[in-house]
C-alpha cells in the first residue's frame, strides 16, 4: 500500500471544524457510524469510523464523505501501485482525525511524527491499487482553541466499481488496524449486530 503525509496549514488551507453543524458524536454512541449514509454505502467505512471513535483510542473523527473518481485525471495508478488493467475505475474517501485530547497535537511537528509513524506500517502491507494520504490542517476546537487534525484521504482504483470498492474496504481496515493496532471486530460485530 502506498501511504505518505504532509502539511497544509496557513493561507487558505482548509481547516477542520471539530463540531462542525451536522456533527454526530460518535464517541458517545459509535454504532450510530454504521448508519450514516457514507457507510451504507460502504460498510468499512462504518466499521473504521466505528473502532477510531470506540473509547480508549488516541484520536476521533468529525467527518468523513466518500465519492467515486470520476475524472481518470484525478488520481495517477502510478501513485496507487496499480497493476496494469487496474485504473478503469475509482473511489476515494475521507477522515477527519483529531487528537484524544486538545493538546496532544498542539503544533503540526507533533502531528507530523504520528503521521510519519503511521505511514511505516501502512507502507509495509501488501495491497496494490490504493493510497492513504495524510493531510495535516490547524482544526478549529471551540471559541479560541486551536490546534491541529489530520485529514486521511483514502483512493482505491480497480477494473470496475466493484473491485475498486473491494480494494477500498480492505485498504479502510489496513489503515484502522494500523490506527488501532490492538482492535478487533469484536466490537464492530457487536454493534453491527445491535442495529438491526
Known amino acids: 500500500m502506498e501511504a505518505d503525509w504532509e502539511i497544509e496549514v496557513g493561507g487558505d488551507a482548509p481547516v477542520i471544524e471539530a463540531r462542525w453543524q451536522g456533527y454526530?458524536?460518535?464517541q458517545r454512541e459509535p454504532r450510530l457510524s454504521l448508519l450514516l449514509p457514507e457507510a451504507i454505502q460502504l460498510p468499512a467505512l462504518g466499521r473504521a469510523l466505528a473502532q477510531l471513535n470506540s473509547v480508549g483510542w488516541p484520536v476521533w473523527t468529525s467527518k468523513c464523505d466518500l465519492w467515486p473518481v470520476t475524472n481518470p485525471n484525478e488520481f495517477n495508478g502510478d501513485e496507487l501501485d496499480a497493476p496494469a488493467g487496474a485504473t478503469s475505475s475509482a473511489v476515494a474517501c475521507y477522515i477527519d482525525l483529531l487528537p484524544g485530547s486538545n493538546q496532544?497535537?498542539?503544533?503540526?511537528d507533533s502531528a507530523a511524527i504520528v503521521c510519519n509513524r503511521w505511514c511505516m506500517p501502512l507502507k509495509a502491507v501488501a495491497l496494490r491499487a490504493c493510497r492513504v494520504d495524510f493531510v495535516i490542517r490547524a482544526a478549529f476546537f471551540g471559541p479560541n482553541i486551536w490546534g491541529h487534525g489530520v485529514t486521511v484521504y483514502i483512493t482505491a482504483c480497480g477494473p470496475n466499481d466493484g473491485e475498486?470498492?473491494?480494494v477500498l474496504e480492505r485498504a479502510l481496515d489496513a489503515f484502522t488496524h494500523v490506527i488501532c493496532p490492538d482492535s478487533t471486530l469484536q466490537s464492530i460485530q457487536w454493534a453491527s449486530s445491535s442495529i438491526g
Open 24 to 26: 454526530v458524536d460518535l
Open 104 to 108: 496532544q497535537w498542539v503544533d503540526r
Open 164 to 166: 475498486a470498492r473491494a
